[in-house]
C-alpha cells in the first residue's frame, strides 16, 4: 500500500498477436517474413489465400465477449485512437456508458461481419471454453484459417503442442507472428496480464508465506522462464538478459513480438 491506495505486484504482461501459417503464405504468393498490417491488408491477403487454395479461410475470429467479442473491438478502438467507454476510459470519471455503438464500431463490426459473409473469415464461435478453439482453426486438416488472432502468451503453449506432431498440416517452424492488424495499420496494442497480490489474513506467518512466493515469483530468473514457456513478456528488464530468455528471443524472433 502507497498513501493509502493498494497497488497490485505485476506477474505477467501479454497482448493480441497475429498468428499465421507461413505455409500458407507462401502458397498464396505471400511474402511469410510480411504479416498484414492494415485490416484492409487483412482482407486483401485472405481474398488471395482463398482465391489460390491455400486454405479455407484467411482469418479464424471468436465472439467471446471476454476475448474475441469484445476485445478485438476494444483493441482496435484503441489502435483508432478512440475510446472505448465514457469518462476517458473511466480513468477521469467512473465509466457509465460504452462509446463503441458509433460509426467506428459500425465500421469495425462490418468488416467482421462482411469477411464471415464472403467465407473469407470463418468465426468459430464463442472460444470461453478453451481459448483455443480460433488457434486450432489454423490446424484444422479440413477447412484450416491461414491466419488468427491471440494472446502472445499462448506462443509457447502453441509451439509445444505442436511439437508433439500430432497436426501433420502445420509444425512449429509454419508458425508466423506479427503485431495484431488494426484500422490504423501500425504496431501497437493494450497490454493485459496478470499481478500478485497479499491479503492482509491477520496472520503474519501467512502474510511473510505470501511475500516470499510474491518475491519469488516475480523473481529475473523465474520471469525468464516463465516467458519461454508461456508467451508472457517479462515485467522486469534484468530479466531480458537471463537465460532461457536472452538465447530464445535472439533465435526466435516470434517471442519478441510482443515486447
Known amino acids: 500500500m502507497l498513501r ?55 482469418l479464424a475470429v471468436e465472439s467471446g465477449f471476454d476475448s474475441g467479442g469484445g476485445w478485438y473491438v476494444e483493441q482496435w478502438f484503441a489502435k483508432a485512437q478512440e475510446f472505448y467507454v465514457d469518462g476517458d476510459n473511466g480513468r477521469t470519471t467512473r465509466a457509465t456508458k460504452v462509446l463503441y455503438n458509433n460509426q467506428t464500431g459500425i465500421d469495425l463490426l462490418t468488416f467482421l461481419q462482411q469477411m464471415i459473409k464472403d467465407k473469407l473469415a470463418v468465426n468459430v464461435g464463442d472460444n470461453s471454453q478453451s481459448g483455443y478453439d480460433n488457434l486450432l482453426k489454423m490446424a484444422d486438416q479440413q477447412e484450416p484459417a491461414a491466419m488468427t488472432i491471440n494472446t502472445s502468451a499462448s506462443l509457447g503453449p502453441v509451439l509445444q503442442v505442436l511439437g508433439t506432431g500430432q497436426f501433420p498440416n502445420i509444425n512449429t517452424d509454419d508458425v508466423g507472428v506479427g503485431p495484431m492488424p488494426g484500422p490504423d495499420g501500425k504496431p501497437g496494442m493494450l497490454i493485459g496480464g496478470a499481478s500478485l497480490w497479499v491479503v492482509d489474513s491477520g496472520d503474519d506467518a501467512r502474510t511473510a508465506a505470501a511475500w516470499d512466493f510474491l518475491t519469488y515469483l516475480t523473481g529475473a530468473q523465474q520471469q525468464s522462464e516463465w516467458a519461454v514457456a508461456t508467451g508472457y513478456v517479462p515485467v522486469r528488464t534484468d530479466a531480458l538478459d537471463l537465460e532461457p530468455y536472452k538465447s530464445t528471443v535472439t533465435n526466435d524472433p516470434r517471442f519478441a513480438v510482443a515486447y
Open 4 to 58: 493509502g491506495t493498494v497497488y497490485g505486484m505485476p506477474f505477467n504482461t501479454s497482448g493480441p498477436v497475429l498468428f499465421y501459417n507461413k505455409k500458407a503464405f507462401v502458397a498464396a504468393g505471400l511474402d511469410p517474413n510480411t504479416p498484414p498490417k492494415s485490416l484492409d491488408e487483412v482482407l486483401e491477403y485472405s481474398q488471395k489465400i482463398v482465391d489460390s487454395g491455400a486454405a479455407k479461410y484467411g
